[in-house]
């Protein structure tokens, strides 16, 4: 048993986090969650760093070195977690995640803290960690924003709400439901009270209006001969003057002394992102394409076809190729052999797997530099992406990665892209901007290649999959004339867009017909061949 005491842990100049004590025993697996930039990595370095020394304690994050390991363990490993033999340096971010949670495992420690594991592995490398979790006697602390990990491996939830970390028994689910009671509870106790301060104030003020009529008439002339008259009212308004500041008191007590705050509401996110009308149906396509990294082969003979508004999910297991598909499309990686046909003019949004930026010293608002009207924008955008107000003056250093991922997606969301090329962009996002970011890219006019572990994501974003080592397939003796064939109807996409912008029965007009006509013919002599 581990025992953390109460304290506050200071994240940044304005920012901490406090909880009481907490408990962490064998077996137990903790999912910490939390919006982008509460503090959760900061968090668990903190208990690394602050743990005692007879426990012991594995922390696995992702872009590590690689742990030095006997020749027999890393031969273990390497078998355990179906990783190539090769070096390190050359392995995909989630073959080297593999690699550390594998290795970390050879330490059998006390207790294991991953930061965002799932946003790197494949679903047979999640699917065998959630078996080694539920299967282990050690305790784990993992920070995740994946509701289908979370439910599978969770005995407890602690959350980092407003800087405190409130802490729940069961998972992802039970934790939702038990807030969501909680949250209601505290609702209707508020509606209660306010209530309550209504009626109050209310009976205040009629016994304030009855005192001063009272008063009125303990000193009236209209019966100074009654009997008794004004010492009658005299003691009625005494009455009623006490009864004015019992209700004062009670207000007081219901206002300042035992107030019920207002629950919060459930944090909305907003995502919308700009798209610039383009011509033509067709926007990229592979012909037998051959890629390398390193030196090595990683994709050969890829056959691949991109069409306008199309959101295309890039599948395959850690190693694949998925990340070095989009390198080539965005033309950052030159292709070995084969045909890459892109658009032109194409405008291409692009987001990496680890967001940098060039200068980590400036701080939001000046990477994000423009017009007053601009700057005020862009404050409300990144606003309604979940920033906290105070973040817009923070160093590029000091981000999460979730707000590191929010900055550069606001860098082009208001660009007019033509193709996004996403490479993980649900990767430490928290629930409520995934879920947005999703509803955004539903909306998106554009065309959209993606990468996600997150099936849940890929399901409700994706129009089709591409698999890209089934995608993989031997050249074949018509391979020419298709490709022939595909780069004729580019042509032929163009020729069209001339066409509607000539002046009909123009020279400009005519001659453009004559080369679309020719090149029909030439088709459909290429189309006879492939039947």
Excluded at 169 to 194: H, M, P, S, V
Excluded at 292 to 301: F, K
Excluded at 313 to 330: D, E, F, I, Q
Aim: net charge neutral; hydrophobic share 35%; with cysteine.
């Amino acid at each position: 048993m581990l025992q953390l005491p109460a304290q506050t842990i200071q994240i940044h100049e304005n920012q901490s986090i406090q909880h009481d004590l907490l408990t962490i025993e064998a077996g137990q697996a903790i999912g910490l969650i939390g919006a982008n930039g509460s503090g959760k990595t900061s968090f668990l370095h903190a208990m690394y760093q602050s743990a005692p020394s007879d426990v012991v304690i594995e922390f696995v994050r992702f872009n590590l070195p690689p742990p030095r390991l006997a020749s027999h363990l890393k031969k273990q490993v390497m078998e355990r977690w179906n990783l190539p033999k090769r070096a390190y340096t050359t392995y995909s971010g989630g073959e080297q995640l593999r690699y550390q949670i594998g290795a970390a495992l050879t330490t059998e420690a006390d207790l294991y803290l991953l930061d965002e594991p799932t946003n790197h592995l494949d679903e047979e490398a999640v699917r065998w960690l959630i078996e080694i979790i539920q299967q282990s006697r050690a305790a784990w602390i993992i920070v995740s924003h994946d509701r289908h990990f979370l439910n599978h491996i969770a005995t407890h939830i602690w959350a980092i709400e407003d800087e405190h970390i409130h802490t729940f028994r069961g998972n992802y689910t039970a934790y939702e439901q038990e807030r969501e009671r909680k949250r209601q509870q505290q609702q209707k106790r508020f509606e209660e009270q306010q209530q309550m301060i209504q009626d109050t104030e209310r009976k205040m003020k009629a016994l304030h209006d009855w005192s001063e009529h009272i008063h009125r008439e303990s000193t009236a002339s209209h019966h100074p001969k009654q009997m008794g008259a004004k010492e009658y009212y005299r003691t009625k308004a005494k009455r009623a003057d006490r009864q004015v500041k019992s209700k004062e008191k009670q207000l007081q007590r219901l206002r300042i002394e035992e107030p019920i705050e207002r629950p919060s509401p459930n944090r909305t996110i907003q995502f919308e992102i700009e798209d610039s009308a383009q011509r033509g149906m067709q926007v990229a396509y592979m012909r037998d394409v051959t890629l390398e990294r390193s030196g090595i082969q990683v994709l050969q003979n890829i056959h691949f076809q991109l069409t306008r508004g199309e959101k295309v999910a890039l599948v395959g297991p850690n190693g694949s190729g998925k990340s070095t598909l989009l390198l080539a499309l965005l033309g950052e990686l030159p292709i070995s052999s084969g045909t890459l046909w892109m658009s032109p003019h194409l405008k291409i949004g692009y987001l990496a797997q680890s967001v940098t930026f060039e200068d980590e010293q400036l701080r939001v608002r000046d990477l994000l530099e423009g017009s007053a009207h601009l700057m005020v924008k862009r404050q409300q955008q990144l606003f309604h992406l979940g920033f906290a107000p105070e973040r817009w003056t923070s160093m590029l250093k000091d981000l999460s990665m979730g707000e590191r991922l929010k900055v550069k997606l606001l860098q082009w969301m208001s660009e007019g892209c033509h193709l996004l090329l996403l490479d993980e962009p649900t990767n430490h996002l928290d629930l409520p901007s995934k879920i947005q970011l999703e509803h955004a890219l539903i909306q998106y006019n554009g065309t959209v290649v993606f990468t996600s572990h997150d099936a849940t994501f890929r399901e409700h974003v994706a129009t089709r999959t591409f698999d890209v080592q089934n995608n993989q397939r031997p050249k074949s003796p018509n391979t020419a004339i298709r490709d022939t064939l595909m780069n004729l109807e580019n042509e032929q996409i163009i020729l069209i867009h001339q066409l509607t912008e000539a002046k009909i029965g123009s020279e400009d007009y005519q001659q453009l017909d004559a080369q679309f006509q020719h090149i029909q013919k030439k088709i459909q002599t290429l189309r006879m061949k492939l039947k």
